[in-house]
């Protein structure tokens, strides 16, 4: 079973920057897209950014300009840059990652807190 690990969460203030990593476990062939969720405490899991094995991307709104998605395929990893911080930001962010070969495959990481203090 792949696992993916996530790493870059934690504590900033407000304004501040963090970049997120997510590598899989074992090598991946046929990966379509690779994304990023979160989940505030009390609401749903949404959908942040995610990115296509063509390297479309596709933002929330509220991240627009300020973070950025990207993957390096050698690494079957994907990142996320975020910039200027708000504290509405804050939540558990998860990698996801969904693509083909010899059937479909959707897997998850486990979560990486991001907390942004005003």
């Known amino acids: 079973q792949v696992q993916l690990v996530e790493s870059g969460g934690g504590l900033v203030q407000a304004g501040g920057s963090l970049r997120l990593s997510c590598a899989a476990s074992?090598?991946?062939?046929?990966?379509?897209?690779m994304a990023w969720y979160r989940q505030a405490p009390g609401k749903q899991r949404d959908l942040v950014a995610d990115?296509?094995?063509?390297?479309?991307?596709n933002y929330e709104d509220s991240v627009k300009g300020r973070f950025t998605i990207s993957r390096d395929n050698a690494k079957n990893t994907v990142y996320l840059q975020m910039n200027n911080l708000i504290p509405e930001d804050t939540a558990v962010y998860y990698c996801n990652v969904k693509g083909s070969m010899y059937g479909y495959y959707d897997y998850w990481g486990q979560g990486t807190q991001v907390t942004v203090s005003s």
């Open positions: 990115i296509t094995s063509v390297a479309s991307t």
């Open positions: 074992a090598r991946l062939f046929g990966i379509d897209t």
